[in-house]
């Protein structure tokens, strides 16, 4: 899944618990991108490009149904005793975890039980068809704004990454040959789509529920 949709996911966790502060939600939901993104710059983790498409192949300390537990189960205990905060530690975890689950969904069979194990893969595969995975994703996005109750400029900041996402889930064959000769871009892309979309999300989201706030005062 796209950095948008998986950042539109924190709107839900954020919905379910107005009170809680919305950007550690937003990075609940991308820790695990964030890891695969610092563990291919180290070199632990490395995908490929072959057949004219990218393939994750190797994600097994990020992306893996262990890992996602052990890092929602480390989260649940740094928020819960270090900052003394049950139920962000609570939506944080579930917010590791919802990662991991959604990519299997999209994910071609890469996700792995735990890194110490090569088999079972996991992976539904939407990722090698385009246009479905465009429509589910884009219908997710939407979902969780409705869910959430979002403004039309929230709206807009899903629809308009999701749009841009649309190139980029189509790019196959030469398209992809500068990703090849250097590795650390797709990295480096993800990252931004990451940053970025954190962004506009936390203004967006926030805009909306500052003006109901006042509207409450
Ligand atoms: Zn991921």
Sequence with gaps: MYAINHAATALLLKKKEPKLPLFPLLVSVQLVEVLWVLFNYLGWEHFSISGGSVHLDYLPYSHSIF????????????????????????????????????????????????????????GFGIIDHPVLNFIIEFAYGIFCWWYFKGSRALLWVIIMFNVIDLPIMLAHGDALTPFMHYPFLLPTVILFQILITWYFVYRYASLRSEARQAINN
């Design 67 to 122: 890992s996602g537990v052990v890092a929602a189960a480390v989260s649940f205990c740094v928020i819960n005793w270090g900052y003394k905060n049950r139920k962000l530690a609570f939506a944080f975890a579930i917010g590791v975890v919802s990662h991991v689950i959604i990519d299997m969904v999209f994910h071609e069979k890469d996700i792995q039980l735990s890194p110490f194990s090569a088999t079972p893969v996991l």
